[in-house]
T-cell receptor, first 115, second 110 residues
Framework: EAEVAQSPRYKITEKSQAVAFWCDPI?????LYWYRQILGQGPELLVQ????????DSQLPKDRFSAERLKGVDSTLKIQPAELGDSAMYLC?????????????FGPGTRLTVT | GENVEQHPSTLSVQEGDSAVIKCTYS??????FPWYKQELGKRPQLIID?????GEKKDQRIAVTLNKTAKHFSLHITETQPEDSAVYFC?????????FGPGTRLSVLP
């Protein structure tokens, strides 16, 4: 069964450093989502792509976060500079959105610790 | 934008009993309501979903009900088992917006 891939699984970095996370969605899924999940809370949408276009980045802290999906397939989320409050799980999800199918499939996540 | 509330935040039940988790949403345009189960250290997994043209959906021990007028929907788990212990998230989607509730930690006691 196809799955969403993410790397790295774990990342420890010092504050003010740059970090990048990678996501490869399920083949054929046009919609890709990046979420941040703080321990004990629900996932918070950071950015949503439809193919290579951003359709929602209203919750993305654009002064330090950036995301791209240049060819409409895999995606990278970057944080520069990282802050202590960025420590969280970063989840990527994808969905087909064909014939009204909205089901999102999540990757294993990247757990970021900022020291 | 959409706002999703979820109650209770924690729920403990005895094995074999039923569990009910309730969510409310604010955007009347929302038309898709999934429920996800997240075990410790693992990714959220879709367990059931319902669309706005349906009032109830059932899949074995899991059921979801939707009241569009009142803008609330609920997850029902019957005959709970220890492996049902996890955090459950509801979500609401209308158009481009997809918002998760804060989660309910369910503990099924043997």
């Amino acid at each position: 069964e196809a799955e969403v891939a993410q790397s790295p699984r774990y990342k420890i970095t010092e504050k003010s450093q740059a970090v990048a996370f990678w996501c490869d969605p399920i083949s054929g899924h046009a919609t890709l989502y990046w979420y941040r999940q703080i321990l004990g809370q629900g996932p918070e949408l950071l950015v949503q792509f439809q193919d290579e276009s951003v359709v929602d980045d209203s919750q993305l802290p654009k002064d330090r976060f950036s995301a791209e999906r240049l060819k409409g397939v895999d995606s990278t989320l970057k944080i520069q500079p990282a802050e202590l409050g960025d420590s969280a799980m970063y989840l990527c999800a994808s969905s087909h959105r064909a014939r009204g199918k909205y089901e999102q499939y999540f990757g294993p996540g990247t757990r970021l610790t900022v020291t | 934008g959409e706002n999703v509330e979820q109650h209770p935040s924690t729920l403990s039940v005895q094995e074999g009993d039923s569990a009910v988790i309730k969510c409310t949403y604010s955007d009347s345009a929302s038309n898709y309501f999934p429920w996800y189960k997240q075990e410790l250290g693992k990714r959220p997994q879709l367990i059931i979903d319902i669309r706005s043209n349906v009032g109830e959906k059932k899949d074995q021990r899991i059921a979801v009900t939707l009241n569009k007028t009142a803008k609330h929907f609920s997850l029902h788990i019957t005959e709970t088992q220890p492996e049902d212990s996890a955090v459950y998230f509801c979500a609401a989607q209308g158009g481009q917006n997809f918002v998760f509730g804060p989660g309910t930690r369910l503990s099924v006691l043997p």
